[in-house]
């Protein structure tokens, strides 16, 4: 079974930044042969792709509104994905998930992913 854990997520003051975390785990789960996502729901809306990254950690695809702003990488040897967000607006608070699909390509479609993490709240003050 897979767990993924998010952590990080907290209070920041509009323009400040905050780095996510997602560290995986799992005895029949290979991190560093599947992509990952971020996804992110605020209360009252859908969950909502933030980015991605492909196995390797070269190839990432952002939400244009994140674009410029958040930066996802992975280190496969700690098994764990990182959101760098920067220049936070009140827009992106929001629950932040991660999750992992079974595939090495990256996707931006919620259904496409097979495991979820328990998710980490982001609040942004302004």
């Known amino acids: 079974q897979v767990q993924l854990v998010e952590s990080g997520g907290g209070l920041v003051q509009v323009g400040g930044s905050l780095r996510l975390s997602c560290a995986a785990s799992g005895r029949t789960f290979t991190f560093s042969t599947v992509a990952m996502g971020w996804f992110r729901q605020a209360p009252g809306n859908e969950r909502e792709f933030v980015g991605g990254?492909?196995?390797?950690?070269?190839?990432?695809d952002y939400a244009e509104s994140v674009k410029g702003r958040f930066t996802i990488s992975r280190d496969n040897a700690k098994s764990t994905m990182y959101l760098q967000m920067n220049g936070l607006k009140p827009e992106d608070a929001a629950v932040y998930y991660c999750?992992?699909?079974?595939?090495?390509?990256?996707?931006?479609?919620?259904?496409?992913?097979?495991?979820w993490g328990q998710g980490t709240r982001v609040t942004v003050s302004s």
């Open positions: 999750a992992g699909r079974d595939y090495s390509n990256l996707s931006s479609r919620a259904g496409s992913f097979t495991s």
């Open positions: 990254i492909n196995w390797s950690g070269k190839i990432t």
